[in-house]
């Protein structure tokens, strides 16, 4: 997958400048590889993110994207374009790096999620260093991804472990996501605990308000996304939370691809519309 995912992100965007439609284009200043675990301990690669920013911005909405793998692959350097799209429109992206399972690492749930949750307030401690808003803060991701943010907005007990709350999370863009954990099927992952996996499942805390959410998948999307992007977003709704579901005529990974690459894109426009409105 990590090798796939590469190939479909090949496209770095230049400076930014003013396009013909006279929107506002920014210069992006990238910020690598910045430390948000401090521990003695802390991976020298995986607790590290990039901070893309609009040159000269001031006060700007800042988006922390985590990125899919199936919890086993990836890397923030990858989605240096999406990183460089978005901070070219005003917003600024942190991409962040986290422990992965898989081959000889005992990295397994919860510590994806709680590396997600130091690096949001990481984020929120220092994006004003950088011009970013802490008051404007989102969290995006896809695909595993997906599965991390809409749980760090749903489940604030990651969150209230980094004395941060849910209420500091602007809004949520969730991008084919896995929304109820299986143990049949994410074994490897969660481990076989039932209870541990529906506690790990974004949805089973769907409750009343949330931070707002922007879910969208692929029509030819992994199976059962598609399903469980449509029933998560509709308990959000049913409860009274603010929740827009999109389906899009794409892959599990030309969603990705043209989301990270393109401003004309559907789910672009739509996310930059969130992301400047919310």
């Known amino acids: 997958m990590l090798h796939r995912i590469a190939t479909l992100l090949p496209f770095l965007l230049g400076p930014a400048i003013a396009t013909a439609a006279d929107s506002v284009?920014?210069?992006v200043v990238t910020h690598r590889d910045l430390a948000y675990n401090p521990a003695k301990d802390a991976d020298p690669v995986k607790h590290k993110l990039d901070l893309y920013v609009p040159k000269g911005a001031k006060d700007y909405p800042v988006m922390v994207f985590v990125h899919g793998g199936a919890w086993k692959s990836g890397n923030k350097d990858l989605y240096?374009?999406?990183g460089e799209n978005f901070a070219s429109q005003g917003i600024g992206t942190a991409?962040?790096?986290y422990r992965l399972s898989g081959g000889n690492r005992t990295t397994k749930h919860p510590d994806h999620i709680q590396d997600v949750a130091k690096a949001f307030a990481w984020v929120k401690e220092n994006c004003g260093k950088y011009g970013g808003n802490k008051d404007k803060l989102f969290v995006s991701g896809h695909s595993a991804g997906g599965h991390l943010v809409a749980l760090l907005a749903m489940d604030e007990s990651y969150l209230k472990a980094e004395k941060c709350a849910a209420s500091d999370i602007r809004g949520v863009v969730a991008v084919s996501g896995v929304y109820t954990i299986s143990p049949v099927v994410l074994s490897?992952?969660?481990g076989k605990d039932e209870e541990v996996c529906k506690s790990a499942s974004p949805v089973t805390y769907v409750k009343g308000k949330h931070p707002p959410f922007l879910i969208?998948?692929?029509d030819k999307d992994f199976p059962f996304l598609d399903a469980m992007a449509e029933d998560f977003g509709k308990k959000l709704k049913d409860a009274k939370?603010?929740?827009?579901?999109i389906k899009l005529e794409r892959t599990h990974y030309t969603i990705i691809r043209q989301m990270a690459s393109k401003t004309d894109d559907e789910l672009t426009k739509a996310m930059m519309e969130f992301l400047t409105k919310k």
Do not use: H, K, Q, W
């Not at 939370?241 to 579901?245: G, I, K, L, P, Y």
């Open 188 to 190: 490897g992952i969660f």
């Open 216 to 218: 969208a998948y692929g």
């Open 95 to 97: 991409i962040i790096n």
């Open 25 to 27: 284009r920014y210069e």
């Open 241 to 245: 939370s603010d929740a827009t579901v």
């Open 80 to 82: 240096a374009p999406l």
